[in-house]
């Protein structure tokens, strides 16, 4: 069974940081495409970071650029979010997904949160002095 699993949420006060982990299962994510989306209470999701697959294109949003840090570790089969200089309206759940069966452009699986339908159960990251 495929399976993306999201750790590393907690509790944490302004300006801290986390790294949050998706490891999957059930097959290899070395060429998958990763994005990582979050949901905050009453807003709707929203896609905050992605990783190509073959080339390690990175992407992030505008409120999270120069803070938020995606990265792979194919020999542990997992994608990192490193998130530093954290503020109270990152309080979220975050979330990792991917496209399977992958959509390649060429021998890329880039990036298309739309296109996502394989999604972990996410972690709760709580920012609050």
């Known amino acids: 069974q495929l399976q993306l699993v999201e750790s590393g949420g907690g509790l944490v006060q302004p300006g801290g940081s986390l790294r949050l982990s998706c490891a999957a299962s059930?097959?290899?994510?070395?060429?998958?495409?990763i994005g990582w989306f979050r949901q905050a209470p009453g807003k709707v999701r929203e896609g905050v970071s992605c990783i190509s697959g073959s080339d390690d294109s990175t992407f992030y949003a505008d409120s999270v650029k120069g803070r938020f840090t995606i990265s792979r570790d194919n020999a542990k089969n997992t994608v990192y979010l490193q998130i530093n200089s954290l503020k109270t309206e990152d309080t979220a759940v975050y979330y990792c997904?991917?496209?399977?069966?992958?959509?390649?452009?060429?021998?890329?699986?880039?990036?298309?949160?739309?296109?996502?339908?394989?999604w972990g159960k996410g972690t709760l990251v709580t920012v609050s002095s």
């Open positions: 997904a991917t496209e399977n069966p992958p959509a390649y452009s060429g021998t890329d699986h880039v990036c298309n949160y739309y296109a996502m339908n394989l």
């Open positions: 059930g097959f290899t994510l070395d060429y998958y495409a």
